[in-house]
């Protein structure tokens, strides 16, 4: 069964420190990959999205993909207790398209004051 | 600016009663998707429409079943629902070659 794991947390982080949040697939040949934010009690969100190697930087977000390795991470530079919420991760695996992304089962991030 | 609009927000069902959930979209998305998020589990397929007239089986389908009513409405029905179909249901919807997944704002469904 392809998979995408990712650390459940909670991860805790001080306000103003970079949050590091990973994550893992098991289909080699997987092609795009997603971040989203979801804070309690609502839906989620996207937030970042890379389709190649490398990084990909979006205001205080960088997404990371090392194809090769088979990991994808989302760093959120100076956090802010606004940044807390569980982060999923989201990929579309090779062969797919039409049942969508699958989604890891998220990180809790908590970023403290 | 709807998006992905769903109904309702909360219900409560007894055992055994069946509902439908509604989802609409308005942004000419192809394909729509009906998710289930449980504590720990992450967000679970159960079914997918990739076109208006289209609908497959995800991951976690049995108890349910769906209907494609035409391009924007996507319903999801619990014949008889289960304790076990106790969760928060989330519809989304993306474009074919895109992805990308807008979700609407989630069903918080309880079954005693």
């Known amino acids: 069964q392809k998979e995408v794991e990712q650390n459940s947390g909670p991860l805790s982080v001080p306000e103003g420190a970079i949050a590091s949040l990973n994550c893992t697939y098991s289909d080699r040949g997987s092609q795009s990959f997603f971040w989203y934010r979801q804070y309690s009690g609502k839906s989620p969100e996207l937030i970042m999205f890379i389709y190649s190697n490398g990084d990909k930087e979006d205001g205080r977000f960088t997404a990371q993909l090392n194809k090769a390795s088979q990991y994808v991470s989302l760093l959120i530079r100076d956090s802010q207790p606004s940044d807390s919420a569980t982060y999923l991760c989201?990929?579309?695996?090779?062969?797919?398209?039409?049942?969508?992304?699958?989604f890891g089962k998220g990180t809790h991030l908590i970023i403290q004051p | 600016n709807a998006g992905v609009t769903q109904t309702p927000k909360f219900q409560v069902l007894k055992t055994g009663q069946s509902m439908t959930l509604q989802c609409a979209q308005d942004m000419n998305h192809n394909s729509m998707y009906w998710y289930r998020q449980d504590p720990g589990m992450g967000l679970r397929l159960i079914y997918y429409s990739a076109s208006e007239g289209t609908t497959d089986k995800g991951e976690v389908p049995n108890g349910y079943n769906v209907s494609r009513l035409n391009k924007r409405e996507f319903s999801l029905r619990l014949e008889s629902a289960a304790p076990s179909q106790t969760s928060v249901y989330f519809c989304?919807?993306?474009?074919?070659?895109?992805?990308?997944?807008?979700f609407g704002q989630g069903t918080r469904l309880t079954v005693v």
């Open positions: 989304a919807s993306s474009e074919v070659g895109q992805y990308e997944a807008f």
């Open positions: 989201a990929v579309l695996l090779s062969g797919g398209g039409a049942d969508g992304l699958t």
